[in-house]
């Protein structure tokens, strides 16, 4: 049985991981800022939830000191896009809505795996996005910085043994990115981009961040794997 990680678990893909580590068996370990769902969810998964927000440096040395010795999977999935909601302004402001998306995206992300690393044995994956390839904005300029900052983790955890990739998810629904404010022409044009053409799931996110964890990817490293249906064409 192995000790898996995820962070922001509580809800979308990061609940969708956490069902699927707990199939197999796994002690799942899940953290999130808003107590009442993320106790909920443990609950309904059988994980254990810690309230922990992945931006704040005391909160997680406080989630480490309730993780065991050894932790085999780390899920960097915490973060989103913080533009929504955000008023535009002056300067000022702009730098304020800059650092909060390198906060959410990328500095989560450092700051949790860095504290873990010690104890990590197997494998991290980060939640990237298709905007990281195309923008826009501080958002995709964080989940590019985030997939740059995997390639020098993976040459620094590879010597270990440990294993470390994005996955980058397009359009996918069931998740709380968009706050509410994805219109239906938006969400159509969303859909067409897709060579596919079918919206993506959750459970699609999660397989990839799985298998990227399993033995079957023990030679896969400092990656980005795109699942976007067709979205976006990687060579």
């Known amino acids: 049985m192995r000790t898996i990680v995820v962070t922001g678990g509580a809800t979308g893909i990061g609940r969708a991981t956490a069902e699927l580590f707990r199939a197999d068996g796994d002690e799942v370990v899940i953290t999130g800022r808003r107590a009442?769902?993320?106790?909920?969810?443990?609950?309904?998964?059988?994980?254990?939830?810690?309230?922990?927000?992945?931006?704040d440096?005391?909160?997680?040395?406080?989630?480490?000191?309730?993780?065991?010795?050894?932790?085999?999977v780390l899920v960097n999935n915490a973060g989103g896009n913080t533009d929504f909601g955000r008023p535009d302004g002056d300067l000022a402001r702009l730098k304020a809505n800059w650092l909060a998306n390198l906060e959410a995206n990328l500095i989560s992300a450092v700051l949790t795996t860095t504290a873990l690393a010690p104890r990590l044995t197997t494998a991290v994956v980060h939640l990237g996005?298709?905007?990281?390839?195309?923008?826009?904005?501080?958002?995709?300029?964080?989940?590019?910085?985030?997939?740059?900052w995997n390639a020098d983790l993976a040459a620094e955890l590879g010597p270990r043994g440990i294993t470390s990739n994005v996955v980058a998810p397009g359009f996918t629904a069931e998740t709380e990115f968009f706050q509410d404010r994805l219109t239906d022409q938006r969400r159509e044009t969303l859909l067409q981009a897709t060579l596919t053409k079918r919206e993506g799931q959750v459970g699609d996110i999660a397989s990839a961040i799985?298998?990227?964890?399993?033995?079957?990817?023990?030679?896969?490293?400092?990656?980005?794997?795109?699942v976007n249906g067709g979205a976006l064409i990687t060579r």
């Open 36 to 55: 009442d769902v993320l106790a909920k969810t443990a609950a309904d998964l059988g994980a254990r939830g810690v309230v922990c927000d992945a931006t």
């Open 57 to 72: 440096p005391t909160q997680i040395e406080q989630l480490i000191r309730t993780l065991p010795d050894q932790v085999d």
């Open 129 to 148: 996005s298709i905007a990281g390839a195309r923008g826009p904005g501080s958002y995709g300029a964080s989940k590019a910085a985030l997939a740059m």
């Open 210 to 226: 799985h298998f990227l964890a399993s033995p079957a990817a023990r030679h896969i490293t400092a990656q980005v794997l795109h």
